[in-house]
């Protein structure tokens, strides 16, 4: 059922995408309230799980603080499609950012297990937006349809490849708590900067001031 919903997020992104071109200020309130709802998971959520099942307090902060750097890292190739928006504007197929964006995919993968589904919900809002931005990027692109067809079913895939090794690889789930932590560095890395940048000029929007309450009221009730 995880694999299910999460393909299915992307499906569902995708096809939005194809059907309706969204105007730039509701896209910005879907990420808005998308990066509020994962952050509220990480803090509500994840954060007292992954310190509740240790007392390696430190170095479980190392781990967070490592997938912090890892997310950074991967925003060099990935041009920040993880925040929802691409600056690439040449014609060919940014290898290098989908390669990047897969990568992330699959480790926000990794820890997915039935035992908590506030994480998956977290996931599952996280993608959406994420699959319509990439989506209309391709089409944007004017990307040969088979080649959109495969870069789509690739990252669908690649988080529930990333939650099928967590959970089948022993050395991952002997390590589960520390996965966890990097995972959470990454996603709340994604999350504070996607609030950072659906801010315009710093000026206070009341719709995204909104959206963001309504996102933290639901992962609080979750």
Not at 51 to 68: A, C, D, P, R
Not at 69 to 95: C, N, T, W, Y
Not at 141 to 150: C, R
Not at 192 to 217: D, G, W
């Given at each position: ?15 939005i995408a ?14 808005a ?6 952050l509220?998971i ?10 509740s ?6 170095t ?38 989908l ?17 908590n ?5 977290g ?23 088979i ?76």
């Amino acid at each position: 059922m995880i694999y299910i919903l999460l393909i299915l997020s992307v499906v569902l992104g995708a096809t939005i995408a194809f059907l309706v071109q969204l105007n730039a200020r509701f896209t910005k309130l879907l990420l808005a309230f998308s990066g509020a709802f994962l952050l509220a998971i990480v803090v509500f959520h994840l954060l007292p799980e992954v310190f509740s099942n240790t007392q390696e307090n430190k170095t479980i902060g190392l781990f967070i603080v490592i997938g912090m750097l890892a997310q950074m890292i991967l925003e060099f190739f990935s041009d920040g499609v993880e925040h929802g928006h691409v600056h690439r504007h040449d014609s060919k197929i940014p290898v290098l950012l989908l390669v990047s964006l897969f990568i992330h995919s699959f480790l926000e993968g990794m820890p997915l297990n039935t035992a908590n589904h506030s994480f998956l919900i977290g996931i599952l809002m996280h993608k959406l937006p994420i699959a319509i931005v990439i989506t209309s990027f391709l089409l944007q692109q004017k990307t040969k349809k088979i080649s959109l067809f495969i870069i789509l079913i690739a990252f669908a895939l690649m988080a529930p490849l990333g939650s099928y090794f967590g959970n089948t690889i022993l050395f991952l789930q002997d390590n589960h708590n520390y996965i966890a932590a990097l995972v959470i560095g990454v996603l709340t890395h994604v999350a504070t900067t996607i609030l950072y940048e659906s801010s315009e000029n710093h000026q206070f929007n009341f719709y995204k001031f909104l959206s963001v309450i309504v996102a933290f009221t639901l992962a609080y009730f979750i």
